[in-house]
C-alpha cells in the first residue's frame, strides 16, 4: 500500500502539464493530448496491432475483483425523473440486519459503467464494514435513459440523491450515516449532489476531473477561448442532422488504437478500458460506444460548475484523493482550495490517474476507511 501525504493551502504545487486537449471524455472536439513529466508516459508500449501488447497489471491491478467476504445482490430503483437506475448493493457477510448500519455510495469514473472500478471500491469498503451500493449513472450501462451514451449533469447529481432515497429506506441502513465516494468525473457530480442534498454526510473523491472545467478550458486550461466556440458550433449544427433523422455522432473518449504518436494520456486509458485489465461492454451496448458520450449532448458540460459553492457543504467533511503524477491532479487542488474545512487533500506517491482505478497496492483503501468509519460513525 501506497503511503500517501496530505497537502496543507500552502504546500499546492502547480501541476506539470503543458500541451493537453482531450482524453477521457473531456473536450468535445479533439482527440490529441500531451503531458509532461505524467508516470505513464511509456512510449515503448506497442500498438494494439502488435502481438506483443499486455495490459500494464503492474501494482496488483485488479479491476474484476470478486470478494469473498461480501454479498452481492444487484437492485434498481427511481430517480426523481422515473428514470430506472441500476446497481449492486454490497453488503458484509454476517452484517446484522437488525442494526442500523452505515452506508457508501459509489460512482464510476465518466463514460465507464460500474464494473469499472466502482464494484472494486465498494467490495473493498464493503470489507470494511459498510453497506456499499454501486451504480450505473442515467445514459449508462444497465441503468435506463434515451439517447445512450447522453450527457446530463444534473440527472448524474439526481442520480445520487436517488441512491440516498434506496439506501435511506433500506430497514439496515442507518439513513444518517449515508457518505458518497466518486471516482474520476463522478467526484464532481457526487459534490453537485452534496451541495444540495444534506441527507449525503461525508464525501470522499478519487482521480477527480472537474467535467465542467475541463470541457470549457481543457486540462492546465490549454483550450482556447475560439477552440471552444468551434467545438460548440460543430455540436450545434448536428443538432440539425440528428433532429431530421441522421446519424448520431459521439465524441472524446478513449481511443481505440494506438499509434506510434500516441500521446501519454491515450495510452493509459487505452490500457484500462481497451484491454482485458479493465474492458467492459455493457449488454446492449458495443466496444465502440464504450466512454463515447454524445456530441450534441456532451455541450451540457460546458454549463456545469460543481465547485460554484462548494464551501457551503461544510461542516461535512471532504477528503480529495489524487495520485502525485495524476494529469488530472489539478481539479483536486482546485477543489480543495474552495471547500470549506473539514477537508483533506491526499496525494498518492507515484500514482497517475488510472493508476487509481484498479492498482490495488497503490489505492489507499485504509485511508478511505478511515475517513468514512471516523465521518460516518453514530453521533
Not at 103 to 132: C, D, R, W
Not at 337 to 351: H, R
Request: net charge positive.
Amino acid at each position: 500500500m501506497g503511503r500517501g501525504f496530505k497537502m496543507n493551502k500552502k504546500s499546492i504545487f502547480t501541476s506539470v502539464i503543458t500541451v493537453i486537449a482531450l482524453g477521457l471524455l473531456l473536450s468535445l472536439g479533439t482527440s490529441r493530448m500531451g503531458v509532461d513529466a505524467a508516470s505513464t508516459n511509456r512510449n515503448d508500449v506497442p500498438t494494439k496491432t502488435d502481438d506483443g501488447y499486455k495490459p500494464d497489471m503492474s501494482n496488483g491491478a485488479d479491476n474484476f475483483y470478486k470478494s469473498k467476504k461480501v454479498n452481492k445482490k444487484k437492485v434498481t430503483f427511481n430517480n426523481q425523473y422515473n428514470m430506472k437506475v441500476a446497481g449492486n448493493l454490497f453488503t458484509p457477510k454476517g452484517l446484522k440486519k437488525k442494526t442500523k448500519n452505515p452506508a457508501i455510495i459509489v460512482g464510476h469514473p465518466m463514460g465507464a459503467v460500474k464494473e469499472q472500478s466502482a464494484n472494486l471500491y465498494a467490495q473493498k469498503m464493503a470489507e470494511k464494514g459498510f453497506v456499499t451500493l454501486s451504480l450505473d449513472l442515467s445514459f449508462w450501462g444497465e441503468s435506463e435513459g434515451q439517447p445512450r451514451n447522453a450527457v446530463s449533469p444534473d440527472i448524474y447529481a439526481e442520480d445520487f440523491s436517488a441512491a440516498v432515497d434506496f439506501l435511506g429506506t433500506r430497514p439496515f441502513v442507518d439513513r444518517d450515516r449515508i457518505g458518497v465516494l466518486g471516482i474520476c468525473g463522478s467526484g464532481s457530480f457526487a459534490i453537485s449532489a452534496a451541495k444540495i442534498d444534506p441527507r449525503i454526510k461525508a464525501i470522499a473523491t478519487v482521480s477527480m476531473y472537474d467535467m465542467g472545467a475541463a470541457n470549457r478550458n481543457g486540462l492546465n486550461h490549454s483550450q482556447t477561448l475560439e477552440q471552444r466556440k468551434k467545438i460548440l458550433e460543430e455540436a450545434a449544427e448536428q443538432r440539425y442532422v440528428e433532429f431530421t433523422g441522421g446519424k448520431t455522432k459521439y465524441t472524446s473518449g478513449t481511443v481505440h488504437e494506438l499509434t506510434e504518436n500516441s500521446t501519454a494520456i491515450e495510452r493509459e486509458f487505452y490500457d484500462f478500458y481497451r484491454t482485458p485489465r479493465g474492458e467492459f461492454t455493457p449488454k446492449g451496448s458495443s466496444p465502440e460506444l464504450t466512454t463515447h458520450p454524445t456530441l450534441t449532448s456532451n455541450v451540457k458540460f460546458i454549463n456545469f460548475y460543481p465547485f460554484e459553492d462548494i464551501e457551503t457543504i461544510s461542516p461535512r467533511p471532504m477528503l480529495f484523493v489524487t495520485g502525485e503524477n495524476a494529469h488530472s491532479r489539478e481539479f483536486s487542488e482546485d477543489a480543495y482550495k474552495l471547500a470549506g474545512e473539514p477537508k483533506e487533500l491526499y496525494l498518492v506517491p507515484g500514482a497517475g490517474h488510472v493508476d487509481l482505478y484498479d492498482r490495488v497496492n497503490l489505492i489507499p483503501f485504509d485511508k478511505l476507511g478511515a475517513f468514512f468509519k471516523e465521518n460516518l460513525k453514530k453521533k
